[in-house]
């Protein structure tokens, strides 16, 4: 054991001395020479560089180990600045003049020959697109995401053992992101340049787009999904296989989520969203002048939006009658009204099944939103609304137009004129449904209500004697003059008829 330690001792001091000459070797050496040297006597020095491949990165690993112990060990100045003396010896004028050199060379030749870089690039990518066998390359492909894929399930497995390292690792995450936020208000910073300047910039990178590019995608993606399309309807003989296909993949999802902890999530989750929203708002609208510029940005949303909405149904409306003909025979057959009744009909049923659950669900919720109601601001509000709306009506006849007398009359034909219809078709109508409702009223409520009603009313006419009075004269005025007209109107028809 001793001699082969000993032996071990020796050959490691034999390899150190080796590797100090061969670093003085490569400090005064030039690459590209050292690289033909290296690979000069052809396959033997490849093979046997490949077979100590292993051996080397171990040994190179193990040196960078020791190496941080031993930087460690420094004095915190003293080894930083041997560090910093080694990386001082590094050119960076050398780089940056040979990354000037290479820009220079591409822009001469490609003010030479636009095309020439990408004749190359296409020569060499058509002949490594014929030389490759893309199937071996799905294969290796597929195997080395499944590979990384469970080796990194391993890696994970084996983190989750240790939580200590995890919660040191996820730490990391804030000192990314404030670094990122730092960088972020940097280049914000920087680009806070007169505004014609940063406009033109803008304004140049908008122009200089290939939008017409951008467009083709466009079509493009359209095209793709029509493609798809088409071969969903072959595969599946006319009909689609879409739906049985996200059908299949639905259930093996839903079949391990677990529901009650995405509830949870979602719960939490819209707590966590409400307090920051409320918490935001609270401190924008406590800053002097936050208010008005809050409203102020929403109401610049509003009037976008309307906007644009009018600018859009300005331009619907302005097209040809043809066009409106084609778009209602789009919708009347495109539009699929059964399954609009159908969706209907699934709510009512959805509704009435609540209310069988909880009859008086409805009423609570009523109760519980008209409670949270100021019925004095409700009242002040609807006054408001009643006298902008009658003094909108009076403010000249375009505004009340709408409302007009003879629009009016004519809803009140047309309602007129289907009544007549229905009732012409089922004479007992109106009785059978009018029989329904009476004899679902409860007479006993009924007498109660309109008791305390009259009662009411005339305590309120009493209350205000002027008004009721007005209202008494007026009213039996118009029953004085609508009889005095119909007793003319009867004795001239009865005259004429007479004659």
Same mark, same amino acid.
């Given at each position: 054991?001793?001699?082969?330690?000993?032996?071990?001792?020796?050959?490691?001091?034999?390899?150190?001395?080796?590797?100090?000459?061969?670093?003085?070797?490569?400090?005064?050496?030039?690459?590209?020479?050292?690289?033909?040297?290296?690979?000069?006597?052809?396959?033997?020095?490849?093979?046997?560089?490949?077979?100590?491949?292993?051996?080397?990165?171990?040994?190179?690993?193990?040196?960078?180990?020791?190496?941080?112990?031993?930087?460690?060990?420094?004095?915190?100045?003293?080894?930083?600045?041997?560090?910093?003396?080694?990386?001082?010896?590094?050119?960076?004028?050398?780089?940056?003049?040979?990354?000037?050199?290479?820009?220079?060379?591409?822009?001469?030749?490609?003010?030479?020959?636009?095309?020439?870089?990408?004749?190359?690039?296409?020569?060499?990518?058509?002949?490594?697109?014929?030389?490759?066998?893309?199937?071996?390359?799905?294969?290796?492909?597929?195997?080395?995401?499944?590979?990384?894929?469970?080796?990194?399930?391993?890696?994970?497995?084996?983190?989750?053992?240790?939580?200590?390292?995890?919660?040191?690792?996820?730490?990391?995450?804030?000192?990314?992101?404030?670094?990122?936020?730092?960088?972020?208000?940097?280049?914000?910073?920087?680009?806070?340049?007169?505004?014609?300047?940063?406009?033109?910039?803008?304004?140049?990178?908008?122009?200089?787009?290939?939008?017409?590019?951008?467009?083709?995608?466009?079509?493009?993606?359209?095209?793709?999904?029509?493609?798809?399309?088409?071969?969903?309807?072959?595969?599946?003989?006319?009909?689609?296989?879409?739906?049985?296909?996200?059908?299949?993949?639905?259930?093996?999802?839903?079949?391990?989520?677990?529901?009650?902890?995405?509830?949870?999530?979602?719960?939490?989750?819209?707590?966590?969203?409400?307090?920051? +929203?409320?918490?935001? @708002? &609270? =401190?924008? #609208?406590?800053?002097?002048?936050? *208010?008005? %510029?809050?409203?102020?940005? /929403?109401? !610049?949303?509003?009037?976008?939006?309307?906007?644009?909405?009018?600018?859009?149904?300005?331009?619907?409306?302005?097209?040809?009658?043809?066009?409106?003909?084609?778009?209602?025979?789009?919708?009347?057959?495109?539009?699929?009204?059964?399954?609009?009744?159908?969706?209907?009909?699934?709510?009512?049923?959805?509704?009435?099944?609540?209310?069988?659950?909880?009859?008086?669900?409805?009423?609570?919720?009523?109760?519980?939103?008209?409670?949270?109601?100021?019925?004095?601001?409700?009242?002040?509000?609807?006054?408001?609304?009643?006298?902008?709306?009658?003094?909108?009506?009076? +403010?000249?006849?375009? @505004? &009340? =137009?709408? #409302?007009?007398?003879?629009?009016? *009359?004519? %809803?009140?034909?047309?309602? /007129?004129? !289907?009544?007549?219809?229905?009732?012409?078709?089922?004479?007992?109508?109106?009785?059978?449904?009018?029989?329904?409702?009476?004899?679902?009223?409860?007479?006993?409520?009924?007498?109660?209500?309109?008791?305390?009603?009259?009662?009411?009313?005339?305590?309120?006419?009493?209350?205000?004697?002027?008004?009721?009075?007005?209202?008494?004269?007026?009213?039996?005025?118009?029953?004085?003059?609508?009889?005095?007209?119909?007793?003319?109107?009867?004795?001239?028809?009865?005259?004429?008829?007479?004659?």
């Amino acid at each position: 054991m001793g001699d082969s330690n000993s032996g071990d001792s020796s050959a490691a001091k034999f390899l150190t001395g080796n590797i100090m000459r061969l670093i003085e070797s490569v400090e005064s050496a030039d690459p590209a020479e050292l690289s033909r040297e290296l690979f000069g006597d052809g396959q033997e020095s490849f093979q046997a560089i490949i077979e100590a491949l292993p051996r080397i990165i171990n040994t190179a690993v193990q040196v960078c180990g020791d190496l941080a112990e031993a930087l460690e060990s420094l004095p915190a100045d003293g080894g930083a600045e041997m560090l910093a003396d080694s990386l001082s010896e590094i050119n960076g004028t050398e780089i940056g003049e040979a990354v000037n050199s290479l820009s220079q060379v591409i822009i001469r030749f490609y003010e030479s020959d636009p095309g020439l870089f990408n004749k190359i690039k296409m020569t060499v990518a058509s002949d490594t697109v014929g030389a490759i066998d893309f199937g071996k390359l799905r294969k290796r492909l597929t195997y080395q995401a499944r590979m990384r894929t469970e080796y990194n399930r391993e890696a994970l497995a084996m983190m989750g053992k240790e939580p200590v390292a995890l919660i040191n690792l996820v730490s990391l995450l804030p000192e990314y992101v404030n670094n990122t936020l730092a960088l972020l208000n940097q280049l914000l910073d920087i680009l806070t340049f007169p505004p014609e300047a940063m406009t033109y910039a803008v304004f140049k990178i908008l122009e200089e787009i290939h939008w017409e590019e951008m467009s083709g995608a466009v079509n493009g993606v359209s095209a793709f999904i029509n493609t798809l399309r088409r071969g969903d309807l072959l595969l599946g003989d006319g009909g689609s296989d879409f739906t049985g296909v996200i059908s299949s993949a639905s259930e093996n999802f839903m079949e391990n989520v677990d529901f009650i902890e995405v509830a949870r999530a979602v719960s939490a989750l819209s707590e966590y969203v409400e307090a920051a +929203a409320t918490s935001l @708002a &609270g =401190e924008a #609208l406590g800053k002097e002048g936050g *208010a008005l %510029a809050i409203s102020g940005a /929403l109401l !610049s949303i509003s009037n976008s939006a309307i906007r644009s909405t009018s600018a859009i149904l300005e331009r619907a409306a302005a097209l040809g009658p043809e066009a409106f003909r084609a778009m209602a025979r789009g919708m009347k057959d495109g539009l699929d009204a059964r399954e609009l009744g159908t969706a209907i009909n699934s709510s009512l049923v959805l509704f009435n099944r609540f209310a069988a659950g909880d009859p008086e669900l409805a009423g609570t919720i009523m109760g519980n939103a008209l409670s949270g109601v100021d019925s004095e601001q409700a009242g002040l509000a609807g006054k408001t609304l009643i006298t902008g709306f009658g003094g909108a009506l009076l +403010a000249g006849p375009a @505004a &009340g =137009e709408p #409302l007009c007398p003879g629009v009016v *009359a004519t %809803a009140v034909n047309n309602t /007129l004129a !289907s009544f007549n219809r229905l009732s012409a078709e089922d004479p007992q109508l109106v009785a059978r449904r009018l029989d329904r409702f009476l004899a679902d009223l409860d007479e006993e409520q009924l007498g109660e209500a309109a008791r305390r009603a009259s009662s009411q009313i005339t305590d309120a006419a009493l209350r205000n004697p002027g008004i009721a009075r007005a209202l008494v004269k007026a009213l039996m005025s118009a029953t004085y003059k609508f009889m005095k007209g119909y007793v003319k109107s009867f004795r001239i028809k009865r005259e004429q008829g007479v004659r």
